[in-house]
C-alpha cells in the first residue's frame, strides 16, 4: 500500500528564516509528487508538483522542492519565510495516471515575528 | 472560472441521525472526489467518481456512507447514521480527465460535527 510520512507535525520558525518540511513516500515504482497548503478554514490549493524532468520543483510564494528517488524524499522548502506562510502543508503522492492522491498527515508551519 | 462549490460549510448533528453534503466541481471536470480529513490527520479518499461511475470506493465506510454523481456534474455524499467518529471536514476536489497532471482543485470543505 502507497503512504507518505510527513515527518514533523509542526515547525515552528521565526520570520525571514529558512525552513524546510520533510516527506517521504513508499514506492519502488515511479509516483508524480505534490505539496498542497491548507490555510485556515480553506481548502487545499496545489504549491508545486513533480512529474518527471528537473529534479528541482519550483512552486509558488518562494516555495520549491527536490525530488530524490535515491531517498524517497520530496522535500520542501523556503530561503526565507513570511508571517504569511502559516499554514498547513501537505505532501501527496499519485500512483497512476488516474489522480488519484494519497496524503501525508500534514505539518503545521508556524511563522512568528 | 468558479472554483468548486460545496455546502453546507458547518453542520452539527447528534449522533444516528443523518446528514448530506453537496458537491459542484468546476465546469468541465470529469473526475470528482470525496475526502474525509480528521482534525490534525491528512485527507482520506473516500470515494472517486469518473463523469457518473465509480472508479474507486474501496476506502468508503459502505454500511452508512453513500455518494452519488447521478448525472456526473455535482454530487452528494449522506452520512447515515452518523457516528461520534465521523466528526471531520468533508472535501470535495474535481480535475479534468486526461490531464494526467495530478492537479486537484479543492472546495472549502464541509465541516461536520457530530455530538
Known amino acids: 500500500a502507497q503512504s507518505v510520512t510527513q515527518l514533523d507535525s509542526q515547525v515552528p520558525v521565526f520570520e525571514e528564516a529558512p525552513v524546510e518540511l520533510r516527506c517521504n513516500y513508499s514506492s519502488s515504482v515511479s509516483v508524480y509528487l505534490f505539496w498542497y497548503v491548507q490555510y485556515p478554514n480553506q481548502g487545499l490549493q496545489l504549491l508545486l508538483k513533480y512529474l518527471s524532468g528537473s529534479t528541482l520543483v519550483k512552486g509558488i510564494n518562494g516555495f520549491e522542492a527536490e525530488f530524490n528517488k535515491s531517498q524517497t524524499s520530496f522535500h520542501l522548502r523556503k530561503p526565507s519565510v513570511h508571517i504569511s506562510d502559516t499554514a498547513e502543508y501537505f505532501c501527496a503522492v499519485s500512483y497512476n495516471a488516474g489522480n488519484m492522491l494519497t496524503f501525508g498527515g500534514g505539518t503545521r508551519l508556524m511563522v512568528k515575528p | 472560472e468558479a472554483g468548486v462549490a460545496q455546502s453546507p460549510r458547518y453542520k452539527i448533528i447528534e449522533k444516528r441521525q443523518s446528514v448530506a453534503f453537496w458537491c459542484n466541481p468546476i465546469?468541465?471536470?470529469?473526475?470528482l472526489y470525496w475526502y474525509q480529513q480528521i482534525l490534525g490527520q491528512g485527507p482520506k479518499l473516500l470515494i472517486q467518481f469518473q463523469n457518473n461511475g465509480v472508479v474507486d470506493d474501496s476506502q468508503l465506510p459502505k454500511d452508512r456512507f453513500s455518494a452519488e454523481r447521478l448525472k456526473g456534474v455535482d454530487s452528494t455524499l449522506k452520512i447515515q447514521p452518523a457516528k461520534l467518529e465521523d466528526s471531520a471536514v468533508y472535501l470535495c476536489a474535481s480535475s479534468s480527465l486526461g490531464a494526467n497532471t495530478g492537479e486537484l482543485f479543492f472546495g472549502e470543505g464541509s465541516r461536520l460535527t457530530v455530538l
Open positions: 465546469s468541465g471536470h470529469a473526475t
